[in-house]
C-alpha cells in the first residue's frame, strides 16, 4: 500500500462543474496535508494547506479533512479551463518536515 | 509570499560536464530545504534534504558523491551534478521551508524548477 494515494485519473469536468479530487494516506501520524497544483512543465505550487477536521475554504477552493477516515479532499466550485492540470497530495508527519506525495490526480475542466 | 528563486532554468550541456544549480529563498529563512527531480509524466522523486551547516541528507538510492549538495546559508543550497551524462537529464525542483510556524509544519515552496538536457 503507497503512503499516499490518488486516483490518477485524467479526471475530466465540465466548465462552472464542482470539482472533487481525493486522497488518502496510510500513516496515522500524519499531521499537515497539502495541495499543490501542477501545469505541465511547470514546478508545483501551493494552493491549500490544511491541520485540523473539517473543512476549509479559499475562493473557489475547499479542502476537507477526516484525520479518523485518513482521507483529505480538495474541491473546486465553478471549475475554469485554467484549472487544468495535475492536483497532487502531500501529507507530513509532526515535526518531520518532509512531505510524502500522492502520484497526483490530473484533472481537465471542459469548455 | 514565500518565493523561491531557482537558477538556471534551463541547461543543455554536453556529457561529463557538471552543473550547478541554484536554490534561493528571497523573503524568509530556509533551515530546510528539499531537492526533487521529475521525470516526464512521473511524480516529484525527492532527492534529499538540504539543511543549513550540516551535510544533506539523502534518499535510498541517490549518490552524494554524484549530486552535491551545499546549504552555506539561511537562504541558499545548491545542487551540483557532477560528470552529468545522459540519463541524468531531468526537471531538478528544488523546495524551501519556513521554519516552524505556531500551527507546526509549514508548506514547502517550490523554486520554477531547471530542466536539465545532457548531450
Known amino acids: 500500500q503507497k503512503e499516499v494515494e490518488q486516483n490518477s485519473g485524467p479526471l475530466s469536468v465540465p466548465e462552472g462543474a464542482i470539482a472533487s479530487l481525493n486522497c488518502t494516506y496510510s500513516?496515522?501520524?500524519?499531521?499537515?496535508f497539502f495541495w499543490y497544483r501542477q501545469y505541465s512543465g511547470k514546478s508545483p505550487e501551493l494552493i491549500m494547506s490544511i491541520y485540523s477536521n473539517g473543512d476549509k475554504e479559499d475562493g473557489r477552493f475547499t479542502a476537507q479533512l477526516n484525520k479518523a477516515s485518513q482521507y483529505v479532499s480538495l474541491l473546486i466550485r465553478d471549475s475554469q479551463p485554467s484549472d487544468s492540470a495535475t492536483y497532487l497530495c502531500a501529507v507530513s508527519r509532526l515535526g518531520a518536515q518532509k512531505l510524502v506525495f500522492g502520484q497526483g490526480t490530473r484533472l481537465t475542466i471542459n469548455p | 509570499g514565500a518565493v523561491v528563486s531557482q537558477h538556471p532554468s534551463w541547461v543543455i550541456c554536453k556529457s561529463g560536464t557538471s552543473v550547478k544549480i541554484e536554490c534561493r529563498s528571497l523573503d524568509f529563512q530556509a533551515t530546510t530545504m528539499f531537492w526533487y527531480r521529475q521525470f516526464p509524466k512521473q511524480s516529484l522523486m525527492l532527492m534529499a534534504t538540504s539543511n543549513e551547516g550540516s551535510k544533506a541528507t539523502y534518499e535510498q538510492g541517490v549518490e552524494k558523491d554524484k549530486f552535491l549538495i551545499n546549504h552555506a546559508s539561511l537562504t541558499l543550497s545548491t545542487l551540483t551534478v557532477t560528470s552529468a551524462h545522459p540519463e541524468d537529464s531531468s526537471f531538478y525542483i528544488c523546495s524551501a521551508v519556513r521554519d516552524r510556524g505556531p500551527r507546526g509544519n509549514q508548506p514547502q515552496h517550490f523554486g520554477d524548477g531547471t530542466r536539465l538536457s545532457i548531450l
Open positions: 500513516d496515522r501520524v500524519s499531521q499537515s
